[in-house]
């Protein structure tokens, strides 16, 4: 049982298992996409988030953020693993992509980072290159067997670029009308004000008798744990792990625009 113990699988190339160090490889050497990964941590959310809450246990936080997936136009197929504290959401590919080319690579790490970015995922995950817990396997955190709570089914390739050039072209209202369930929503979440009402629009929301202008950050900074401010991590204070900044979502944003269908040059 030994070496099933904090094992990895990836769904790369001939998605090998073993330990994280032995099997991730860098975007340019993966030649074969099976599918990616997303991973939910609910430690990472707010407590009080009303839109993606957090749970005690996996299942839990399942059902209480089952309403959100299955709005997912991709998420609400993905397999779902219990990895330990929190969820892997897995999309399998209904048909492995073949990158070819290192444009190919870069595209497919671009969709992948841009359709993870839909989801509060943990914004210092690995994109393309994310692993996840083979079904069977202990995690030491916890000693719980990673197991599949939702099966899933493949989602074509083709849904998951369709997806993500939606999000480009509208990417405040594809997230938002995932977690609010609409585009309109009284109070708006953001100020909660009495009477305010928030219409979603394509780059951004706006708040009617209250905050006015909201943006995907400020959409996900609600869902998010608040980081503690103007605390310098102290070294080997025994803090277990920094908490994901918010902030860090927003460099999740790039992504959308560099992955519309067009390879086009970068200014740099
Ligand atoms: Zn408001």
């Given at each position: 049982m030994r070496q099933e113990v904090d094992q990895r699988e990836a769904?790369?190339?001939?998605?090998p298992v073993g330990p994280a160090g032995v099997i991730q490889v860098p975007?340019?050497?993966?030649?074969?996409?099976?599918g990616f990964v997303v991973d939910l941590d609910?430690?990472?959310?707010?407590?009080?988030?009303?839109?993606f809450p957090p749970a005690d246990s996996p299942r839990a936080f399942h059902q209480a953020i089952g309403r959100v997936l299955a709005r997912?136009?991709?998420?609400?197929d993905a397999e779902v693993r219990v990895s330990g504290t929190g969820l892997h959401l897995v999309v399998h590919l209904a048909s492995a992509v073949e990158l070819k080319t290192a444009a190919d690579q870069q595209r497919w790490k671009a969709v992948v980072r841009a359709a993870q970015s839909t989801?509060?995922?943990?914004?210092?995950a690995p994109g393309v290159t994310a692993l996840t817990r083979p079904v069977?396997?202990?995690?030491?955190?916890?000693?719980a067997a990673v197991e599949v709570i939702a099966p899933g089914e493949p989602v074509d390739p083709s849904r998951v670029v369709e997806f993500v050039e939606g999000l480009a072209a509208a990417p405040f209202r594809t997230v938002a009308t995932i977690l609010?369930?609409?585009?309109?929503?009284?109070?708006?979440?953001?100020?909660?004000?009495?009477?305010t009402r928030l219409d979603v629009l394509d780059q951004f929301g706006w708040c009617y008798g209250g905050c006015s202008k909201v943006s995907l950050e400020r959409l996900f900074d609600l869902v998010y744990r608040p980081e503690p401010r103007s605390e310098k991590p102290r070294a080997?204070?025994?803090?277990?792990r920094r908490r994901a900044s918010?902030?860090?979502?927003?460099?999740?944003?790039?992504p959308l625009r560099a992955a519309r269908s067009k390879p086009r040059k970068k200014p740099r």
């Open positions: 769904l790369y190339n001939d998605r975007v340019e050497r993966i030649t074969t996409l099976h609910p430690v990472k959310l707010d407590p009080d988030n009303p839109l997912h136009p991709l998420f609400r989801l509060p995922a943990d914004p210092d069977g396997s202990i995690n030491s955190k916890n000693g609010l369930g609409a585009d309109r929503f009284q109070p708006c979440p953001a100020c909660r004000g009495e009477g080997g204070a025994g803090e277990p918010p902030r860090r979502a927003i460099a999740a944003k790039p």
